[in-house]
């Protein structure tokens, strides 16, 4: 079997590891619903793996581990206090979309690029108290691209990138907005557009 393919339900505080090692290509499709679940999934040694996740709900907790070749993870998120934890490494592009509803949500990303590759992190929040702390690391010749969108009051975004080639877009909307970003390398890029009252700061340091 070229691609398996895991399909996954989860409710009423479930605790749930899925792992699928050393494939030529896998594919996990995972739903979320109710409160306090666990949710990790390992993607490992595997060509185009892909990761779709839905969490609605309470207090639910996703981790995402891929290691390999052209990765993709896509999480959509109801509720509140759920948190996420999501690790790229590997060869070809990187590429994470997430889209988040609801309030105290905590989501951490960790991309790394070997030479060659692409670090892409998509991310729209919408409510409040929504924190997003992304990190890219890329190896020569690689680039890194985030972009962010939060609607809402009290958000937070933390994001580095460390490499040649960082593209930094931060959109921040209504007030008590917090942006915290970090960009070491070359060929630096940084958009900001923040309504409502928020606070940034902002280093740039070239190699």
């Not at 505080?13 to 990790?40: C, M």
């Not at 993709?72 to 509140?80: F, N």
């Amino acid at each position: 079997m070229t691609r398996p393919a895991v399909m996954l339900a989860l409710m009423l505080g479930t605790v749930l590891t899925v792992a699928a090692p050393s494939l030529a290509q896998n594919r996990a499709t995972v739903a979320v619903d109710g409160a306090e679940n666990e949710l990790s999934i390992d993607q490992h040694g595997a060509l185009a793996a892909t990761v779709s996740v839905e969490q609605i709900g309470t207090g639910s907790t996703v981790q995402v581990v891929q290691r390999g070749a052209a990765q993709h993870a896509e999480l959509r998120l109801e509720g509140s206090d759920h948190a996420q934890h999501v690790i790229q490494q590997g060869d070809g592009a990187n590429r994470l979309f997430a889209e988040v509803a609801g309030s105290a949500h905590a989501m951490t990303i960790d991309q790394f690029a070997l030479v060659g590759g692409a670090n892409v992190a998509t991310v729209v929040q919408g409510g409040s108290a929504n924190n997003a702390v992304v990190t890219q690391m890329a190896e020569a010749g690689a680039i890194n691209t985030i972009l962010l969108e939060q609607f809402g009051t009290g958000n937070a975004a933390d994001l580095t990138q460390h490499g040649s080639g960082n593209n930094m877009a931060l959109t921040q909307v209504n007030d008590d907005n917090q942006a915290t970003l970090v960009q070491i390398g070359d060929g630096l890029s940084l958009a900001i557009a923040q309504d409502g009252g928020g606070s940034i700061a902002v280093t740039q340091t070239g190699s």
